[in-house]
């Protein structure tokens, strides 16, 4: 027997639960099929999903059935769940080329387990809900009382916050979501982040109350530093898992620089080594162990040989002092410097690229610039342009350019 619920939060991967004891009996009594919800409202994953993502792939490892819902229908609303202010309406357009980014990710992610995953999106019927059956159907299931108690609209309110009636329905739809999976799909577990505690309690009461059957809810917690800061994001923005938008290197380095405090938590989380392995693993060598931990979420994500490249590339230019296989950043002759970082995404904004300026956060082979207007002329092709501690690049000055 499996104790699923112990293997949870021994790998950080619990938050809480509606029962205990009932859930880890029905996950050893048969192989399940249970659920988690992606709103589509980027065009990719951030590494604070990871967490999820592990979740899902640490059940559908013992055999279990996972249904990611893509949240086509909900998106067109915005969920007000762990949110200060409403979420921008997107297009359908947006939302559509959203979904398909996402799907993409996930069959990459879970490239090992197509068998065990399956992709529905809830526009399929969302869309076509007659409200006045909806209200006929749920509206008497479903107390305003109750609904006032979570967290994620006490908050706002408490705050003197517009909660719109628009979001207000955003629990309902969920809760219509977890209601259609159950008796169309047979699914008995939802799962989500933390944030979502509320809106999969409310699934469940109405499942109990027209399916007539027991469901289950399990949440994540957060991915957090040993400090308690939300992980996923860096001073040039969001951790992105898609490689498309965030390089194997960038991320790859964003792992192997987490701090000493936070590798056992997260090699739980991201690997398949059992807690003895990993202590032995940080006790003999602490950066060994990142640079583990690096290896084993880049592969996860991107590759292995995305990982193999990242951590050969590292290894060049950190300890053999060698910038050969850096990447290179082009600028037009007599570019701003701030200008050519920002319109290509190296840093997030032109105020971020002034901060790390005037902080001494960036420098041209050794020399630190304090000049935020500084223009990139013939004589910097070459040279070594650095952003912070572990980011190089090689600077060409288009050459096509050039005066005669």
Known sequence: M????QLFKDRNLFNQCTNEIE???????????????????????????LVQLRAI??????????????????????????????RQILTYETI?????????????????????????????????????????????QVSINRMLTFESVKERLKREQSLSFLEFNYMILQSYDFLHLNKHENCELQIGGSDQWGNIVLGMEIISKINKKDAFGLTTPLLTTSTGKKMGKTEQGAVWIDQNKYSSYDFYQYWRNVDDND??????????????????????????????????????????????EAEEKARSIFENNSYDN?????????????????????????SEAKRLIEGGGIKI???????INLTIDKSYNGKILKIGKKKYFKIIVNKSIYPL
Do not use: M
């Open 365 to 371: 082979d050794d020399d630190q610039i304090n000049d």
């Open 2 to 5: 499996i104790d699923y619920i």
């Open 23 to 49: 859930l880890n009996n029905l996950l050893n009594k048969k192989k399940i099929i249970f659920y988690i919800g992606f709103d589509a409202t980027a065009d990719a994953l951030h590494a604070g999903s």
């Open 96 to 140: 559509q080329n959203n979904i398909e980014n996402f799907k993409r990710i996930f069959e990459h992610y879970f490239r090992d387990f197509k068998e065990n995953i399956k992709f529905i999106n809830n526009d399929q019927w969302l869309d076509k809900l007659n409200y006045i059956e909806l209200l006929r159907d749920l509206g008497s």
């Open 326 to 350: 850096i990447d290179e950043i082009n600028f037009k002759i007599d570019s701003k410097l701030i200008d050519t970082l920002t319109s290509n995404s190296t840093v997030s904004s032109k």
């Open 263 to 308: 590798v056992e938590k997260l090699l739980l989380i991201f690997s398949d080594l059992d807690k003895e392995e990993i202590k032995i693993l940080i006790k003999e060598d602490i950066n060994n162990a990142k640079k583990k931990l690096a290896y084993l979420v880049t592969t996860d994500c991107h590759s292995e040989s995305s990982a193999q």
């Open 57 to 86: 792939k640490t059940l559908i490892k013992h055999g279990h059935q996972a249904i990611v819902l893509l949240g086509g229908g909900t998106t067109k609303i915005g969920d007000p769940s762990g949110k200060d202010a409403s």
